[in-house]
């Protein structure tokens, strides 16, 4: 904590442009009212579980990204398959990913033998059926997949897509690959995307997490390569600025994230809104950080939850009772696999 405080402080005093440049700033004087609750273990023994999506009853569809199982979490933990999704081919990074419900629809977002793509099914609460592909062609890689699902305040789905190592897609305004992608549930570009495409903001590594606050503001968890990983504030239209910026460039073509860590602290991943914070799950950095938020969207210092405690951490999820599911991704061959891991956490905020 004292590393990323200094970092902090001194981007008050510097700024610098490019790959270089120094940490965002918060610039709101807010602080948590107070520290979540002692997490309780809610299931274990899965692999890699990548997505939390709750269902209307209360329990939680989970993928896990090696296995391509799609799995149900009961309230009290019982863990039963639901289904293995046909055509992913796990590779890397990539595997079944995202996932999203809405009423009787499930969307996943996994990688097959040739991309990376997005597909819906009915749901009946039982079982998925009738497939149906409604986005392909996003660029597939041993990394950057992106991958992260949601449903925003506007009733349109959004989808997070990495550059796959391959930077100057980010920058393509008409590749899928390292963007916001913003469609309806037939997987087309929603009315008023800024480029009239599925596409919402460019210059993206690698998001993984997708949140929005109380008053629909869009925030984006984002890896960084070797010296900042960010939180962004998402405009429709935004370009932020990989690969020709990494942090904060003050670069007026670009967007500056609103928060930046050093890559050792966080390796940022699933991002959840509840309780006033931003809340964000650390892979390398092993911790869930909450960022708290002033009532216009600016943050205030980031603090740092449990440490080296659970490893690594990959999913997180507001559920219906306000708490938040969090999943360990000590399975994904980068971890040191503990007793009962993977596991699912429930947080009270």
């Known amino acids: 904590m004292r590393r990323i405080w200094l970092i902090m402080s001194l981007a008050a005093l510097t700024a610098c442009s490019g790959a270089g440049g120094a940490a965002t700033t918060p610039t709101a004087s807010v602080v948590p009212e107070r520290s979540p609750g002692e997490p309780a273990t809610v299931a274990r023994d899965l692999a890699v579980p990548w997505s939390i999506a709750f269902l209307p009853g209360g329990d939680a569809l989970v993928t896990e990204r ?3 199982r799609l799995v149900r979490v009961g309230a009290s933990g ?4 639901v289904a293995t999704i046909d055509g992913v081919v796990p590779d890397g990074e ?3 990913m995202g996932l999203a419900v809405k009423d009787d629809l499930l969307f996943v977002y996994y990688t097959a033998a040739d991309d990376n793509r997005i597909v819906r099914y009915r749901f009946d609460g039982e079982r998925p059926s009738d497939p149906k592909v409604i986005v392909q062609g996003i660029p597939k890689g041993g990394i950057h997949n992106g991958g992260r699902l949601a449903f925003g305040p506007d009733g349109h789905l959004y989808a997070s897509t ?3 190592g391959d930077r100057p897609l980010s920058q393509e305004r008409d590749s899928l690959a390292g963007k916001i992608l913003r469609m309806t549930i037939e997987g087309e570009p929603a009315p008023g995307n800024p480029f009239g495409t599925l596409v919402y903001s460019l210059g993206h ?3 993984q997490g997708l949140a929005w606050d109380e008053q629909g503001r869009l925030y984006a968890s984002e890896f960084g390569a070797n010296s900042f990983d960010e939180i962004n504030l998402i405009e429709a239209g935004g370009n932020y600025g990989w690969p020709e910026v990494e942090g904060r460039g003050d670069n007026p ?3 500056n994230p609103i928060v930046t860590w050093d890559t050792s602290e966080a390796s940022p991943s699933g991002l959840a ?3 006033g914070s931003l809340w964000m799950g650390a892979l390398r950095g092993a911790r869930l950080w909450q960022i708290p938020l002033a009532q216009d969207g600016a943050p205030g210092t980031p603090v740092a939850h449990y440490s080296g405690v659970y490893g690594r951490l990959r999913a997180v999820t507001r559920a219906p009772d306000g708490a938040l599911w969090v999943g360990t991704s000590n399975k994904d061959g980068r ?3 503990r007793d009962g891991d993977d596991k699912i956490i429930a947080v009270t905020p």
């Open 66 to 68: 090696d296995t391509a």
């Open 78 to 81: 019982q863990v039963s398959e």
């Open 94 to 96: 990539g595997g079944l």
């Open 162 to 164: 990495g550059e796959t």
């Open 205 to 207: 590594r690698n998001v």
């Open 253 to 255: 073509a670009f967007k």
């Open 273 to 275: 809104y509840a309780d």
């Open 335 to 337: 971890g040191d696999v």
